[in-house]
């Protein structure tokens, strides 16, 4: 099956003289390379035909899907979690910021050891890892609040293994647009597996009759996801080298141009790979760009239900909850509404980039621009209106949460093309470590810190409950904005950078195919 770069798109002008000019047998990698066809493709690559590629992007999404679920369980039933414990808001919070933390931390380590190991093994141990953790968690009593916390963060831990690494498989086996359209699919799966964990958990707490068993059912759904990866998913590397005459990626990169940061990736060490990664201006910016959206998601993700479940309370829709199970509708609604937006938002945010890069090479970073600008007043109205209308609050979050999701794929691409492919697994470890230490890791406490300062000074009331949360939730619109303000700035040098990317590995083919002709043996006269 032919697959062909559509003309006029991004990059394709800068890639046809270097398509013209590749050596026979010589081979492309990652985010950089030249477009071709997936047959083609397929040759480069030895044993990965273009169905099993599908495969595995089908597999991997699954295992996306389950990821952010466990993300969002708690959310899900924050209420009947805060009436358990008998904890308070800024405590609550705390459940997030823990599970962040521990999640960004470790980002950096399995991005070392993604760049340099077998993917595969450290997928599959960091999938045992979170779903063991996440059945323990279900059987903890009421008395022992603290080993709670300790499991959300080391289901942190787990799900950094899967986050940093699964991106840079996709990024061996597709290119170009072809790789845009497939991050595009495996980015759906954010906002679907998070919909999806909110609307498991209501689900599974209403039916069961108790919030424990909500942690109980994407266990078995990760025996599942760690059969399918041993099974199904390949190690693009290793199997492209097997395909090379057994070349490794190291012998092709040994004398690389000694340009400030041409040197071969390979051999450098990680803070050679970090120092290079912070002279790369598009991907600094975008970095913050991304930081600002996990800033907002973050507060928004945690504590959007909450806020629901009070304005109905608010309004006389639904009695106070004085004891679980809590059966509010609000995470089940808020579910569908993050699975729609996020659907259509991914696929939206795609298809404009795709057709903006054939007239503007900075496309995708004003894309995200515009995503954050547009969402921030939509937001604003979702929060304001909630003391008057549940109904336009549900309407303005879809909207918010709509132009967010624009975003999510772009932002992916954005990174794979302006870092070189063997430092790809570090820089995506890296801009997960800074969106959550400056993001998602501290949105929520931040937001329950504020709203029981403010709760203080007003009435113990429910209104003064609901006024308290709402006042705290505009902070993320003045957040929102900035961040579309970072990827205005990352537009501004995006080119230059994707340039020196892709000069990179131009030398770094040529240098490949050079030293394999001179290593060649000659035939005797």
């Known amino acids: 099956m032919q697959n062909s770069v559509p003309e006029g798109s991004s990059g394709m002008s800068e890639f046809t003289d270097l398509q013209s000019q590749q050596h026979p047998g010589s081979q492309n990698y990652g985010a950089t390379a030249p477009a071709t066809s997936t047959a083609q493709f397929s040759q480069t690559t030895g044993k990965i035909s273009a169905k099993r590629s599908y495969l595995a992007v089908g597999v991997l999404c699954y295992i996306n899907l389950l990821n952010y679920m466990d993300w969002f369980i708690v959310p899900g039933v924050l209420v009947d979690v805060t009436k358990y414990f008998n904890i308070s808001d800024?405590?609550?919070g705390l459940l997030q910021t823990v599970f962040i933390l521990c999640?960004?931390?470790?980002?950096?380590?399995?991005?070392?050891?993604?760049?340099?190991?077998?993917r595969k093994v450290i997928l599959s141990a960091g999938i045992v890892l979170w779903s063991s953790v996440t059945l323990g968690s279900s059987f903890i009593t009421e008395s022992h609040s603290w080993i709670f916390f300790v499991s959300r963060g080391l289901v942190g831990f787990g799900t950094a293994s899967y986050s940093t690494i699964a991106p840079t498989i996709i990024a061996d086996l597709f290119?170009?647009?072809q790789r845009t359209s497939v991050l595009s699919v495996f980015y759906i799966f954010i906002p679907v597996g998070s919909g999806l964990g909110y609307v498991l958990s209501s689900s599974a707490t209403q039916t069961a009759g108790?919030?424990?068993?909500?942690?109980?059912?994407t266990p078995c759904m990760g025996v599942i996801a760690v059969a399918l990866l041993i099974l199904l998913v390949p190690n693009?590397?290793?199997d492209a080298t097997e395909g090379h005459g057994h070349q490794s990626f190291t012998s092709t990169t040994q004398g690389a141009d000694e340009k400030p940061g041409a040197q071969s990736t390979a051999s450098t060490t990680?803070?050679?790979d970090v120092k290079s990664l912070s002279k790369n201006r598009s991907f600094i910016w975008s970095s913050l760009g991304v930081t600002a959206m996990a800033f907002v998601t973050g507060a928004l993700g945690l504590w959007v239900p909450l806020f629901l479940d009070r304005a109905q309370v608010v309004h006389d829709l639904v009695p106070p909850c004085l004891q679980e199970p809590c059966r509010s509708p609000n995470s089940l609604i808020f579910g569908g509404i993050t699975i729609a937006t996020g659907i259509f938002g991914v696929i939206t945010g795609a298809a404009v980039a795709r057709r903006y890069k054939k007239i503007n090479t900075k496309a995708d970073p004003l894309i995200c621009a515009v995503g954050m600008f547009s969402s921030a007043p939509f937001l604003y109205l979702s929060i304001m209106l909630a003391a008057q209308s549940i109904i336009a609050t549900y309407i303005f979050i879809a909207l918010g949460?709509?132009?967010?999701?624009?975003?999510?794929?772009?932002v992916a691409d954005i990174l794979l093309y302006v870092v070189v492919p063997k430092r790809q697994s570090t820089a995506v470890s890296l801009q997960i470590f800074v969106s959550h230490l400056l993001g998602d890791a501290g949105s929520p406490y931040l937001t329950g810190v504020i709203s029981d300062a403010l709760h203080t000074r007003q009435n113990d009331s429910h209104l003064g409950a609901f006024r308290s949360l709402q006042y705290s939730f505009i902070l993320c619109v003045f957040i929102d904005v900035l961040g579309g303000g970072f990827f205005l700035l990352t537009a501004l040098h995006v080119e230059e950078?994707?340039?020196?990317a892709q000069q990179l590995c131009r030398g770094i083919e040529n240098k490949g195919y050079i030293s394999t002709e001179d290593d060649e043996p000659q035939d005797e006269a």
């Not at 949460?401 to 772009?410: G, Q, R, V």
């Open 270 to 272: 990680w803070c050679d």
């Open 236 to 238: 693009p590397t290793q």
């Open 210 to 217: 108790h919030w424990h068993w909500a942690f109980r059912i």
């Open 497 to 500: 950078d994707r340039e020196e």
């Open 103 to 118: 999640f960004l931390v470790s980002a950096p380590f399995f991005g070392y050891l993604g760049d340099r190991y077998n």
């Open 90 to 92: 800024s405590v609550a």
């Open 175 to 177: 290119e170009k647009d």
């Open 401 to 410: 949460e709509f132009f967010l999701a624009l975003n999510w794929a772009i």
